[in-house]
């Protein structure tokens, strides 16, 4: 089981994304567990106050390092000095590296997760000096906050879970996980509008069907991110058949 503590302002957030569908299921299967530490509670003001001005001015408000250093250590306290040392205590912030499917097999192979919700101008940098040891980013926007974030990376891990799907085969052809975009799905009826179902999935023939759904996987990516495919390793021959030369290694 992998145990998620979340830091966050809000914990009211995430009570609907996390009780309904795949992770509900992966939480009362003992898959996960989830924790919600409310920042507030670790302050020591009658106002519970947790953010204040930056120094040197300018817009916008700063949270406070006390509460979420407090709150870290409360959580670790009674962890071995292995578990301090190896559990990832990662930062939500547009500031860190791009959120990718690689990273959340990465983080799916922990035992335990922390995860700081960034909030209002920004955080005081020593909780990114000295506390966080990974800070990740899930695209170039902003967002009011890193809940919509946190919620992102911990799906995202938690599929990734031994007993979370139904069907193990079905996240080996996910988008992403080899690299390309998902080949086209196709489900009853037959013909819509005219629209038929491409014959060769209806031949029966699973390595013609296999062919097609990779072929098909290559050509979307090349259409649609063709900068996933300077990673993907593809071999020779498709390589050649979009048209790219060969990388040397």
């Not at 947790?50 to 959580?75: C, H, K, N, T």
């Not at 014959?199 to 996933?228: K, Y």
Request: charge should be negative.
């Amino acid at each position: 089981m992998q145990e998620i503590d979340i830091l966050t302002l809000f914990p009211e957030m995430f009570q609907g994304p996390f009780s309904t569908g795949l992770f509900q299921r992966a939480v009362s299967g003992g898959v996960v567990k989830v924790n919600l530490h409310n920042i507030r509670d670790y302050t020591h003001d009658r106002h519970r106050t947790v953010d204040d001005y930056p120094y040197g001015g300018g817009a916008g408000m700063v949270l406070r390092p006390e509460p979420v250093f407090e709150a870290v250590e409360a959580i670790r306290q009674d962890w071995t000095e292995r578990d301090r040392e190896k559990t990832p205590v990662i930062l939500l912030t547009p500031q860190g590296r791009l959120f990718r499917q690689q990273v959340a097999l990465e983080l799916s192979r922990h035992t335990r997760l922390i995860l700081i919700c960034g909030r209002y101008e920004g955080v005081d940098e020593r909780i990114r000096e000295h506390l966080a040891t990974d800070e990740i980013s899930i695209g170039d926007y902003v967002i009011s906050g890193g809940e919509l974030a946190a919620m992102v990376v911990v799906d995202a891990v938690v599929r990734l879970l031994p007993g979370t799907l139904g069907s193990e085969e079905s996240r080996q052809h996910d988008s992403h996980v080899d690299g390309l975009l998902e080949y086209p799905q196709y489900t009853r009826p037959r013909v819509y509008r005219g629209w038929a179902v491409p014959e060769v999935l209806l031949s029966g023939d699973h390595a013609r069907i296999d062919a097609w759904r990779r072929e098909q996987s290559v050509a979307r990516t090349l259409e649609r991110r063709p900068d996933l495919l300077a990673t993907a390793g593809l071999p020779v021959h498709e390589e050649e058949l979009i048209g790219r030369p060969r990388q040397p290694h």
